[in-house]
């Protein structure tokens, strides 16, 4: 019989605690800060947005949380999500390296983006919230949240990023279907939208101001944010947790190196963080590597700075790796990564040296994910691609039998536009010019 390609978990396995990595930093994160007073934020200041439940999750320093029975209910539904062995990528390669990757496709709303929408939603609807205003980039969360509102009855209202809502009808019709509405960001509905051509192709930046005021303004009305801040990263932890216990089965207690791709940061800290947990133990010490694309080159050549996380200036402060709260990104394909900013801890840990980052062209990133799909028959989300084409790098270089695992964050099913467009040969790479950084980085507070 041949070894085993998946690895599952038994239902006495199941993770019932999220993971917060600030209980084991070395040092502590920069706290948020009031954008008036530069002060650090209080629980009254993000009420207005977020149940109390979050914001506590959101200033934490307890190393395990409790997951809801009720939200433990719905993750049954596809947690654990598979770990599998690509074998066949391994032979195309001619690779000593095995390599593993950690599939979040099989969510109902094909991403990693549920892990989180569930417990948001939740939180919100047990507390009266009738209405939930996000944004969206390539529609990965904004499905996600309609499911989960669809599911714990509150309304779901989605202002999705201008490039991504003309080019992606598919991945609106989804979220409509799930029972969201969709606008198109920026959008006449409100004074962030209306600062901008109505033509304009939007940012992740200008759709959360549109989000934050629309729920300002309703009383029964809270925002759910799809990435980003500490307790969106939390809910993701159930990825590695899960990931280190099906290592185990597979006989692998040594892993070298963990990749995966990062826009906003809560896919790659969903699956890094509990191996970063174990290599400040001592008991393993992985290379975890995040990768970016060169059109949005935030960890790489961001400035580490405390800047808003949307455009009109609505949010709290957060220190973090930023490219300016003004960037507007190329409207490449890989529409989850295209974010001004990185997750407050996943900047701290690679401020600290803690986690290593890199940033690819586009096409070498659909030239992997085709050589995936051809190996392993699963089409990865343009964001996914980025961490398979670094683990190819990795792979082609390996000269021992290394361990890699890959998070691979969702699937490109709903994306296939985007592979004709790279197929047809009329994807091209698009870096980001000194001059446009510097012009965006200009707008960033001084503090």
Not at 49 to 64: H, K, N
Not at 154 to 163: L, N, P, S
Not at 317 to 337: N, Q, R
Not at 347 to 357: D, F, I, R
Request: proline share 7%; glycine share 10%; net charge negative.
């Amino acid at each position: 019989m041949s070894d085993p390609v998946m690895f599952t978990l038994d239902p006495s396995e199941e993770v019932t605690h999220w993971y917060n990595i600030v209980a084991d930093l070395p040092t502590p994160p920069p706290p948020p800060l009031h954008p008036g007073t530069h002060q650090p934020v209080g629980p009254d200041d993000l009420a207005p947005l977020f149940p109390m439940e979050l914001i506590a999750q959101e200033v934490t320093g307890e190393r395990y949380v409790e997951i809801p029975e009720p939200v433990l209910e719905v993750y049954r539904q596809y947690r654990p999500s598979p770990l599998y062995r690509a074998r066949r990528w391994e032979q195309r390669l001619g690779t000593r390296a095995r390599i593993y990757y950690k599939y979040e496709g099989v969510s109902p709303a094909g991403s990693h983006k549920t892990n989180t929408a569930i417990p948001q939603v939740y939180y919100n609807v047990v507390n009266g919230t009738t209405r939930l205003t996000t944004e969206t980039g390539a529609g990965q969360w904004g499905t996600a949240l309609s499911y989960a509102c669809s599911l714990f009855g509150a309304e779901c209202e989605v202002w999705q990023v201008g490039a991504s809502y003309d080019t992606k009808p598919q991945r609106r019709t989804l979220i409509e279907v799930f029972g969201g509405k969709v606008h198109r960001s920026p959008s006449r509905l409100t004074e962030a939208g209306r600062a901008f051509p109505a033509d304009h192709t939007g940012s992740l930046g200008i759709a959360i101001s549109e989000a934050v005021e629309m729920a300002a303004k309703d009383e029964g009305a809270k925002y759910a944010l799809g990435s980003v801040l500490n307790h969106v990263v939390l809910h993701q932890t159930v990825i590695g947790e899960e990931a280190l216990r099906q290592l185990a089965k597979a006989g692998e207690t040594k892993v070298d190196l963990v990749v995966g791709c990062a826009g906003g940061g809560s896919n790659f800290a969903g699956l890094a963080f509990p191996f970063l947990r174990e290599k400040l133990a001592g008991t393993q010490d992985p290379r975890i590597l995040a990768v970016e694309p060169t059109s949005c080159p935030t960890l790489t050549r961001g400035e580490y700075r405390y800047d808003f996380g949307d455009t009109a200036g609505l949010t709290p402060l957060m220190k973090m790796y930023t490219l300016g709260h003004d960037f507007v990104p190329s409207p490449i394909h890989a529409g989850g990564l295209r974010y001004h900013g990185m997750a407050p801890l996943v900047s701290h840990a690679v401020h600290e040296g803690l986690v290593e980052a890199t940033a690819l062209h586009q096409r070498e990133c659909f030239e992997a994910a085709v050589e995936f799909a051809r190996t392993q028959g699963v089409v990865a989300a343009p964001e996914s691609s980025h961490a398979l084409a670094q683990a190819r790098r990795e792979a082609l270089a390996a000269t021992d039998e290394q361990v890699i695992v890959i998070g691979l964050s969702g699937h490109g099913l709903l994306e296939l536009g985007a592979y004709e467009s790279f197929l047809a040969g009329r994807l091209e790479d698009d870096v980001l010019s000194d001059a446009d950084l510097d012009a965006a980085l200009a707008g960033v507070p001084t503090i």
